[in-house]
Nanobody, 123 residues
Framework: QVQLVESGGGLVQTGDSLRLSCAAS???????MGWFRQAPGKEREFVAA????????YSADSLVGRSTISRDNAKSTIYLQMINLKADDTAVYYC?????????????????WGQGTQVTVSS
């Protein structure tokens, strides 16, 4: 069982930057990892994913150029750096871990989920 704890969410202004973190209980830290988000009244959607060694990353089209996913395996932590935030980025952001190889893009590929962190972008 992998425990995941997100942090770094909050209230920001349009155009601001934000970095989310997700700490995992797994040692060694070797799962593929992903970020998803869910806005009020909408389905959960893929944001970004990263392979166990950080070599492969994949971002949703809506966030290409505005987000960077990274990981520090020594700290069992992944990050999501977002820039130029928009009101449409308002959502609960979830961290997830997968035993699949690569950087999976489907929520069904992920076995473990964090509780989420709220990001609110005010215009």
């Amino acid at each position: 069982q992998v425990q995941l704890v997100e942090s770094g969410g909050g209230l920001v202004q349009t155009g601001d930057s934000l970095r989310l973190s997700c700490a995992a209980s797994e040692r060694p830290f070797a799962n593929s990892m992903g970020w998803f988000r869910q806005a009020p009244g909408k389905e959960r959607e893929f944001v970004a994913a990263i392979s166990w060694n950080g070599v492969t990353t994949y971002s949703a089209d809506s966030l290409v150029g505005r987000s960077t996913i990274s990981r520090d395996n020594a700290k069992s932590t992944i990050y999501l750096q977002m820039i130029n935030l928009k009101a449409d980025d308002t959502a609960v952001y979830y961290c997830a871990a997968s035993t699949r190889a690569g950087a999976p893009g489907l929520s069904t590929d992920y076995e473990y989920w964090g509780q989420g962190t709220q990001v609110t972008v005010s215009s």
